[in-house]
């Protein structure tokens, strides 16, 4: 099974994907950032550990950007929490934002193939977390612009490998 859970922030969108696999034997929790480096960045440390200490011991949590890798690497049920935090990390990384969309974009995209080849071969269950943004005012900012179309871009594919897709707002969960 194949699940995409979007929602705004704070909705109730990881808790409810983590409910989901809670009977699951084997869990590999994907955070699709970067490494969770508490001087680097204390807001994404501490999130994590957050996650982290909600979720059962036996869990195996990946920190990496390399979605195709651990999705094909993985025993038993897959959970990528977010998307929203994967496009932000692979825009970083090919030096995107302050760079023509058309120099990078194609590189993201293939690296979206690859994570949806692996998605799509993966004998286990994957469950993908996102956000929502296309619901909201127009960025007043490029770097926004281009993270909401991007995201959104790679929301619609993911949800083309999905089974389910469902929108959780203020922790109910709506599905599509």
């Not at 651990?70 to 038993?76: D, N, T, V």
């Not at 293939?110 to 692996?118: H, I, S």
């Not at 005012?137 to 179309?149: A, I, L, M």
């Amino acid at each position: 099974m194949k699940v995409l859970i979007t929602g705004g922030v704070r909705s109730g969108k990881s808790f409810h994907a983590e409910s989901l696999l809670l009977a699951e034997p084997r869990v590999t929790y994907v955070a699709p950032g970067p490494p969770a480096d508490a001087d680097a960045d204390p807001e994404w440390a501490a999130r994590i550990t957050i996650h982290q200490d909600r979720r059962p011991s036996h869990w195996t949590t990946v920190e990496t950007t390399d979605l195709a890798t651990a999705i094909s690497e993985a025993e038993g049920a897959v959970l990528i929490d977010c998307l929203g935090t994967w496009v932000t990390a692979m825009i970083d990384e090919l030096d995107g934002w302050a760079s023509v969309r058309e120099d990078w974009e194609p590189v993201l995209f293939e690296r979206l193939d690859e994570a949806l080849a692996a998605i799509s071969a993966h004998d286990g269950t994957v469950v993908a977390v996102t956000n929502e943004v296309g619901m909201s005012v127009v960025p007043e900012r490029r770097s926004g612009r281009v993270f909401r179309d991007v995201l959104g871009t790679v929301n619609q594919r993911v949800a083309e490998e999905c089974e389910d897709v469902l929108l959780v707002v203020a922790g109910r969960v709506l599905k599509l």
